[in-house]
Structure formats: structure tokens, C-alpha cells
């Protein structure tokens, strides 16, 4: 056989490997399982295909600019994280597959000199494919990668520092040639993109949050006054109206009734719905308020629907939305079940955690359901998760319900 054609073939095997690799480190990051399908294995061979074929024909710094952007890719496709968490995932895997390559090589190497390179790197790639994989299905990496996406500041740092690490590597290895430029352009460009969301999310919460609940404390001081110094409901309304535009909340409700809790409850979830990005979302409601609770106002009954819709909305769910509520003078019961692709059995544990998200990509930090775990319970309730298969939907939901007896 031709020494091209062996290491054509190795080089394909090679990628083919890269390709398995990053899949399975790339679920262990995500705390999910990871599938083969005929999907996947299609992937894996194209990939393995193309980028093997194109290692042997092009210069090897173009190829690898190539690699980084279809792994950082096909990484963002499969975890649905956004772009700094996926070159934090390429990172990391890269990382390990250094660490794991490195001793391989040196032991394959020491067999004999009159090994064909190719057959080298082939055999190096599998051994260190069958240690990533063991080390992989033992280490719970999604525990170290929570942490760093969980921490802007350590996200920051990461960033900061694969920079000035990256930059200096370049400078006193820099080659005057076209392959080369192109190839440390694009990986500074990937570094400085995920340095600068950062930043601007960072930005967000140190800067315009504090500025913005500072506003608001001002205008509800303002309110509460200016609704105390008045007995004429309808001047009243008129206030809350004026400060509501003024913190820019849209309540564009189309029909709020004096005394009809549940078509105002209604209501709400409408607005809800419409002011949301998937306003095609199905919204399937059982609400029973036969009178008010003697523990919870209206008022917190809105704010407990509100959170538990959040979630249920930015779930990234296209199936029907579930909302149970009962409300009588001795107990409030208020369910919303949603689509749920669960990852692991620890979920539950960890989803009223502070800055846990089990949400789509987006700017949320993870707040909205540790702080109504602390609001259910100062009110003595309690709150139930269960997972279930719906007939119906043809899928597992996730039910959260809040109980609060009087």
C-alpha cells in the first residue's frame, strides 16, 4: 500500500477520533448522556472525511483554523450554550486532549524509529481516545465546567489570560506567512469576541442593574406616597400607570376585571405570553380561584405564576405550557408544568440553586427561582418537583408546583 494513501486513512481516523472526543467530553460538560446516532456518526465520518483529507492537501495552520471553528461549532450545536461557554468547552476539551496525547506519543515513539508517522499519530489518537473516554465516563467535569460558567469574574480571567498567553506564543513564533496570519487573526478574534460578550455582560450587572433598582426604589418610595395621600381609586390607578411607564414595565393588559381574580389571572398569563419572544407557544390553563387565601395576597399569587412562566417560557420549549391553580381560603396550589429533556437526576437538586439555569442561551443569571424558593418559604409553603411522560405532548414535563396551606 501507498504511504499516502496509509496516512490519508490514519489522518481520517484521526479526525473521526477528534470528532468522538469532543462529542462525549462535551455531554460529560453538560451533565448529559451522551447518544450515538446515525446523526452523529454521520458527522463524526464527514468530519473525520474532510478535515483528514484537507490535513494531507493544505498547509497545516490553515487546516488548523478550520478545525477551531467547526469544533466551536458543532460544540455551541450540541450544548445550545452561547459562544464565550462554547470556546470555554473547546478550551478544555483541547486541553485534555494535550495532556492525554502527550505520554501516549512519547510510549508509542519509544517502540521503534521505523514506525510510519502516520501509523504513530493513529496509534497515539487511540490511546488517548480510550483514556479520555474511561477518564470521561468517571469525572463529573460538568461539576468544574458549572463553576466556571456559573462565575463572570473567573470567566473574565480565563479569557484574560488565553490572550496575553496566546499573544505572546505568537509573537516569538510568528512566521511571515498567509496560512499563519490567518490562523492567529481568527483564534485572537475568537479570544477577544468571548472577552468582549463578557465584558458586556459583566457591564450589565455592575453597572445598569445597580442603576436601575436604584431608580425603581426612588419611584416605589415616590408611589407608596403619592398612593397614600389619595382615597380616589381611580387617581390612584393613574399613578401606578405613570410610574410603570416611567421604569419601563409594559402592562398592555386587555381586560382586568374589579373582582374576577381568575380572568384576571388570565389575563396576566396573556400578557405574559405576548410579552415574550415565542408568543406561538400553546398555553393550556386550569385556573379555579374560588376565594382569597388567608396567607397570600393576590399580588404574591401573580409574582409566584410570573417566576414559575419565566421559566416554563425561556425553557426554549415549543410544546404546550401546563398551568394548574387552586386557590381557596385554607390553601393555594399554583402548578406549571413544561417540556423538560432532563440531564441528570441531580437537576432537581441543584435547579433552585443561585445562578443555576437549566434555560436556553440568554443573559439569565439563574435568580428567578432561588429567590421564590425564599418567598415560598417565609410563607411556610413548599414546593414540589416531579417529572412525568405526557400523553398528550408525546414527551417528559417537568411540573413545579407551589403549595402553601393557610
Known amino acids: 500500500m501507498d504511504v499516502n494513501i496509509i496516512d490519508l486513512i490514519s489522518n481520517i481516523i484521526i479526525n473521526f477520533l477528534d470528532c468522538v472526543i469532543t462529542y462525549f467530553l462535551c455531554n460529560n460538560l453538560i451533565e448529559r448522556k451522551a447518544k450515538i446516532s446515525t446523526k452523529i456518526v454521520f458527522i463524526g465520518i464527514t468530519y473525520g472525511i474532510v478535515l483528514g483529507t484537507l490535513g494531507l492537501l493544505w498547509n497545516g495552520y490553515l487546516v488548523r483554523a478550520i478545525t477551531i471553528v467547526t469544533l466551536i ?3 455551541k450545536l450540541i450544548s445550545k450554550k452561547r459562544f464565550p461557554e462554547a470556546f470555554i468547552m473547546y478550551a ?52 468544574f ?28 513564533n510568528f512566521q511571515y506567512t498567509t496560512s499563519y496570519v490567518v490562523y492567529f487573526v481568527l483564534v485572537i478574534l475568537i479570544v477577544m469576541i468571548g472577552l468582549y460578550q463578557t465584558l458586556k455582560i459583566i457591564f450589565f450587572y455592575t453597572n445598569k442593574v445597580p442603576m436601575q ?32 411607564d416611567l421604569i419601563g414595565i409594559d402592562i398592555s393588559m386587555e381586560k382586568v376585571d374589579i373582582n374576577d381574580y381568575r380572568q384576571n389571572i388570565l389575563s396576566f398569563i396573556d400578557q405574559k405570553k405576548s410579552s415574550s419572544a415565542k408568543k406561538e407557544l400553546p398555553f393550556i390553563c386550569n385556573i379555579c380561584y374560588y376565594e382569597h387565601n388567608a396567607k397570600v395576597s393576590f399580588s404574591v399569587i401573580l409574582y409566584i405564576l410570573g417566576v414559575l ?53 440568554g443573559h439569565s443569571r439563574g435568580y428567578g427561582l432561588p429567590n421564590l424558593s425564599k418567598v415560598v418559604s417565609d410563607y411556610g409553603g413548599e414546593i414540589l418537583l416531579k417529572e412525568e411522560y405526557n400523553k398528550e ?3 417528559n414535563y417537568l411540573i413545579i408546583t407551589i403549595a402553601i396551606r393557610a
Open 145 to 172: 465546567f458549572n463553576k466556571i460558567e456559573r462565575e463572570l469574574l473567573l470567566k473574565l480571567l480565563i479569557f484574560s489570560v488565553a490572550g496575553i498567553i496566546l499573544s505572546i506564543f505568537f509573537y516569538y
Open 73 to 75: 461549532i458543532f460544540l
Open 309 to 361: 412562566l419565566d421559566n416554563a417560557i425561556e425553557s426554549g420549549t415549543k410544546k404546550a405550557i401546563i398551568i394548574d391553580i387552586s386557590v381557596i381560603e385554607e390553601s393555594l396550589y399554583i402548578s406549571v408544568a413544561n417540556e423538560y429533556k432532563g440531564k441528570s437526576g441531580d437537576d432537581f437538586n441543584k435547579m433552585f440553586q443561585e445562578k443555576y439555569s437549566t434555560k436556553e442561551e
Open 213 to 244: 433598582l436604584h431608580d425603581i426604589k426612588n419611584t416605589l418610595m415616590g408611589m407608596y406616597i403619592s398612593l397614600y395621600n389619595t382615597s380616589d381609586i381611580s387617581e390612584a390607578r393613574k399613578e401606578m400607570d405613570k410610574v410603570l
Open 92 to 143: 478544555i476539551i483541547f486541553l485534555f486532549m494535550v495532556v492525554t496525547q502527550a505520554p501516549s506519543l512519547l510510549l508509542i515513539s519509544s517502540l521503534g524509529p521505523g514506525i510510519n508517522q502516520g501509523i504513530t499519530h493513529l496509534l497515539t489518537q487511540i490511546m488517548a481516545t480510550v483514556i479520555i473516554l474511561s477518564i470521561s465516563a468517571k469525572v463529573p467535569l460538568y461539576k
Open 393 to 395: 405532548q408525546n414527551c
